[in-house]
């Protein structure tokens, strides 16, 4: 999908004008989910949140992340820096030095903003005080948390048989469909931070993102899982707008609903782009339970969300 590509600098004209947020008085949001569909739901939700905060998987064992991971035995950073340059004060120079990538030398491969989260944890002992810390230096409007305490890997089920590993999960698209996804360990707990966050907050967003193994494997921590389940706010679908090859070939936008709701996650409303290329079933969303919302959620001349359209659909949400 080309709004989920890591190339940062596809997103760009899509992302001017944060919005300095938080806006005064304005309702508490959560967004659950990984990646640059994470990074654009929290660009949409300062426009109108009084109060953010991010929970982010970290199952990904791939690239910079991956490597990141294998060598300092931390969370891997990739997404949690995403999101941590989403919310970075307006103006701000520090968005683009996050996901400067280093070519060349020991730092091949690496950016600026994962090499300095692993720092930090190693400095200040956890990963959640990494991403705090990490978020008074970009002067963030809100807050990051890791899904988990610990790094986490996935597990699923294709065609069969068995599949460890996002990487791995990922590419295991081509093979068939894609189901029962878990974390390893599965008793791993959750950030506390983070379920304190599901349970005051005003709305709860889930997505857009890559389908299993960035939303997928951040819902089904069990803990976070019986927060969604207990929590008081609305709890927000969003569509993705294109099929991710190879991870969710074959889904229409109805199969990104199912594939969450399969795994006991808690979804109030489904909100989808009317023009995306991925069809919805308005009538079948109904029966399992849904409120669909479709509306006009796109960039002009681009598959991604545009943030104020997306902004001004989650606020009548609520």
Known sequence: MAEYRDDHTLLLPYLAGLGDGPVPGGPKVVVIGGGHGLAIALHAARRYAGGISAIVSVADDG?????????????????????????AAEGSAWPAVLEHRFVGGDLDGHTVGNVLLVGLAEALGSTAAACAEAAKIVGAVGTVYPATIDPVFLRAEVAGEEVVGQVAVQQAGARGRIRNVYTLPGDSPASPGALGAIMEADQ?????????????????????????????????????????????????????????????????????????????????VFEHGVMPVGTDLGAPDAVVYDPDRLASALADLL
């Open 204 to 284: 709860v967003i889930l997505g857009p993102g890559s389908l299993f193994t960035s939303l997928v494997a951040a819902v089904v921590v069990p803990e976070i899982r019986t927060a969604l389940a207990l929590a008081p706010g609305r709890v927000i679908q969003i569509a993705n707008m294109d099929e991710e090859s190879p991870e969710t070939n074959g889904l229409d936008g109805t199969d990104h609903l199912l594939a969450v709701l399969e795994h006991r996650v808690r979804v109030d409303t489904f909100l989808y782009d009317r023009q995306a290329r991925l069809a919805v079933n308005e009538a079948y």
């Open 63 to 87: 690239g910079s992340s991956g490597r990141l991971r294998a060598a300092h035995d931390v969370p891997p950073p990739g997404d949690l820096r995403k999101a941590i340059g989403a919310l």
